[in-house]
Every structure is written in structure tokens, then in C-alpha cells.
């Protein structure tokens, strides 16, 4: 079933607030990768890794945080600076030499209370 | 600027007619294009890409450069063809997978 999971499936938090979505592979898949996804929008990469200890910024990381300290596992912190953190938020991986996102988590619904 | 458009929300067809889900990009350059889908209660994946020219379940997609378009074309749909189509485009020489996605096209399959 791809080998990508996440957690928790919904989550809900107050404004002020961090929260931190998990993110964890068993592909051995060096490249791991956060989308975010509004409605009627296409999925926006917010960051991505391409190897342990190592990430880089996509194109709205502002309010969002991550970490690489593990192949398998890549969270996303959505902080308190994240102006409308309200999305679905979606957790990828891919093979070596393919360099864009391959195999998809199920997804997290992340909303602001 | 760059730019991918899907310009239809929804297709519905009928089985065995012939599909085609419209991409048009906007992009100063040569970029990588790429068809994802998602099944109902399944998750995203990539379908096919457009340098490996490939036929993925019968779907097929050729890169226009003229026209700036990255069409989805099946020749019979099926039922189980009905999902979320998403057109994306990789940069030239983007380094980490940065991919800019459009808006997404529901398909539709009638019996």
C-alpha cells in the first residue's frame, strides 16, 4: 500500500498553537517531500529532503518546520507563524533518480479551531 | 511565469468513448511534465511522465511545445479510468522535486 504512512489522519488545533504531523516510510526512498493542498488548488510543496540531515525549502515553507534525522521519517510542524494553517497536507517519497515525488501518504487534515 | 492549467473541473464520458484531459503550461523553457491520479479512497500517484513516452492503462501523453500543452488522451475509457487527473511540471534543472501543480480534473465514466 505504497509504504507511506501518516499520522494522525485529522487533527485539530487551537490558534497559538504548534502541532506536529508524522511522516514515516519503509520504501528506503531517500527523497521525501510535504505538500499542502487547498480547495480547487493543486498540491503547493512546502519542503522537501533528498537525504538524512538535509532539507530545503519549497515554495511556502514560511510557518513551517521539518526535520531529517532518520531516512524513514520526515514530520512537519506546522507553528503558531503559519497565518492559515488550515489543509490537507500530504507526505511523498521517491526512488533515486527520479527526483520528484512518487508514491503518496493517505493525507492529514489539519484544522484550526 | 509558471503555470499549469487544467481548464476543465470535471469530464464526464460515457464508456468506450474516447478522453481527453487538457494541460496547458506556461513555462519560458524545457520543462518535464507529469500526470498523476487519484482513485477513489485510494492515494496520489504518479501515472506517467513524458520523457519515458510510455502507455500507462492505455493512457497516453505528448508534450506540445508549440502549443504549450500536455494533453491526457485514452482512446476507450473505462469505468474504473473515473479518478482525479493532476498535470504537474518539474522545471529544467530543478534540483529536489519542486513540481508546480494544476488544478485538477475529475473524470467521470458513465456505463
Known amino acids: 500500500d505504497g509504504g507511506i504512512t501518516q499520522s494522525p489522519k485529522y487533527l485539530f488545533r487551537k490558534e497559538g498553537q504548534n502541532v506536529t504531523l508524522s511522516c514515516e516510510q519503509n520504501?528506503?526512498?531517500?527523497?521525501m517531500y510535504w505538500y499542502r493542498q487547498d480547495p480547487g488548488q493543486g498540491l503547493r510543496l512546502i519542503y522537501y529532503?533528498?537525504?538524512?540531515?538535509?532539507?530545503q525549502k519549497g515554495d511556502i515553507a514560511e510557518g513551517y518546520s521539518v526535520s531529517r534525522e532518520k531516512k524513514e521519517s520526515f514530520p512537519l510542524t506546522v507553528t503558531s507563524a503559519q497565518k492559515n494553517p488550515t489543509a490537507f497536507y500530504l507526505c511523498?517519497?521517491?526512488?533515486?533518480?527520479?527526483?520528484?515525488?512518487?508514491?503518496f501518504g493517505p493525507g492529514t487534515r489539519l484544522t484550526v479551531l | 511565469a509558471q503555470r499549469v492549467t487544467q481548464p476543465e473541473k470535471l469530464l464526464s464520458v460515457f464508456k468506450g468513448a474516447p478522453v481527453e484531459l487538457k494541460c496547458n503550461y506556461s513555462?519560458?523553457?524545457?520543462?518535464?511534465l507529469f500526470w498523476y491520479v487519484q482513485y477513489s479512497r485510494q492515494r496520489l500517484q504518479l501515472l506517467l511522465r513524458?520523457?519515458s513516452r510510455e502507455s500507462i492503462k492505455g493512457f497516453t501523453a505528448d508534450l506540445n511545445k508549440g502549443e504549450t500543452s500536455f494533453h491526457l488522451k485514452k482512446p476507450f475509457a473505462q469505468e474504473e479510468d473515473s479518478a482525479m487527473y493532476y498535470c504537474?511540471?518539474?522545471?529544467?534543472?530543478?534540483?529536489?522535486?519542486?513540481?508546480?501543480f494544476g488544478q485538477g480534473t475529475e473524470l467521470s465514466v458513465k456505463p
Open positions: 513524458h520523457i
Open positions: 529532503s533528498q537525504i538524512v540531515n538535509d532539507f
Open positions: 520504501l528506503n526512498h531517500d527523497a
Open positions: 513555462y519560458s523553457g524545457s520543462p518535464e
Open positions: 511523498a517519497s521517491s526512488p533515486p533518480g527520479l527526483e520528484v515525488a512518487q508514491y
Open positions: 504537474a511540471l518539474k522545471p529544467l534543472g530543478n534540483q529536489g522535486g519542486k513540481l508546480i
